[in-house]
């Protein structure tokens, strides 16, 4: 609990987060499907969610996430979603907090890993990363994590994206 008491400067906002991973990740223990919640970033409040997807890997938006971005105003939106394979946000994560806005994104994953991230100042594709991963991995960097977490530095430089693992 102690990790997610510094994602914002809000105590209610770090509680709620806190509550939606714990639910999370307990709703999804042993599968490879991925939970979502939209929260507003200055009350902590879930405007959207989605914890009935039934595809490995991703998050299906549905009514209740694509109203909530519709609904807010750009960048005051905080999403949070688990990863079971315990890797960092993923290229398709922030080029989603690009073209949604959010004003930030939490992965939670279930190894306890929690990353905080946000878009950055020029667009990529999901591929161009993919692809950044695949050349560290090439480049003796076999843990999956490892190799994401280079690609991950790579674009900081490269496309000004944001990220911390707390």
Known sequence: KAKFSRITDKPEVNESIYQRAKAMLTHRNGTNREDMYLLDRSSGHVIGEQTASKTDYEVVYNDS??????????????????????????????????????GMGIVACHNG??????????????????????????????????????????????????WRRL
């Open 65 to 102: 996430l694509q109203n909530a971005i519709k609904e807010s105003k750009p960048y005051s939106l905080i999403s949070i979603h688990n990863h079971s394979t315990n890797i960092p946000p993923s290229g398709s994560d922030f080029v989603s907090a690009g073209y949604r806005q959010y």
């Open 113 to 162: 890993d929690v990353y905080v991230y946000e878009a950055g100042n020029k667009p990529f594709s999901g591929k161009l990363f993919d692809d950044t991963v695949e050349k560290y991995m090439k480049r003796g960097y076999t843990n999956g994590v490892e190799a994401n977490i280079k690609a991950l530095e790579q674009f900081e430089v490269d496309y000004g994206i944001k």
